[in-house]
């Protein structure tokens, strides 16, 4: 295991970040990761967006958990016999090897902040 920190570190100007492009659309920025802040990080957090009409099939290959907390907008999301539509200043969780549909099903950008354990990058 790494030795533990000894100091904070930031990550500044997170919307300025490189993005990342999933398949179905979401725009991700990951600020809070091992490789920009060290090996000792047991999460990674990040901003997505998604356009209105965007929908993203999540495969449940995640083995930890997943946080989102909606800042701007609004996103349904469909799993087998369920489904919810979280707005701004929602949170949601979602438990590990979880599949689901994520859709921006508001007329404005939705923006939001996820968090994942442990963390993929």
């Known amino acids: 295991m790494a030795e533990a920190p000894k100091e904070i570190?930031?990550?500044r100007n997170v919307m300025g970040l490189e993005t990342i492009r999933l398949p179905g659309?979401?725009?991700?920025?990951?600020?809070?990761?091992?490789r920009r802040v060290g090996p000792y990080v047991n999460l990674q957090l990040g901003v997505?967006?998604?356009?209105?009409?965007?929908?993203?099939y999540i495969d449940g290959t995640i083995?930890?958990?997943?946080?989102n907390y909606i800042l701007q907008?609004?996103?349904t999301f469909t799993w087998?016999?369920?489904?919810?539509?979280?707005k701004a200043g929602d949170a949601v969780w979602f438990?590990?090897?979880?599949?689901?549909?994520?859709k921006n099903t508001g007329r404005e950008k939705t923006v939001f902040v996820y968090?994942?354990?442990p963390p993929v990058e």
């Not at 997505?48 to 929908?55: A, D, I, L, Q």
């Open 9 to 11: 570190k930031v990550v």
């Open 25 to 34: 659309g979401i725009v991700a920025r990951r600020a809070i990761t091992r």
């Open 48 to 56: 997505s967006e998604m356009e209105p009409g965007v929908e993203e």
């Open 63 to 67: 083995y930890g958990e997943e946080v």
């Open 73 to 75: 907008g609004e996103i």
């Open 80 to 86: 087998d016999g369920g489904q919810v539509t979280a």
């Open 95 to 102: 438990p590990p090897y979880f599949k689901y549909t994520m």
């Open 115 to 117: 968090v994942i354990t």
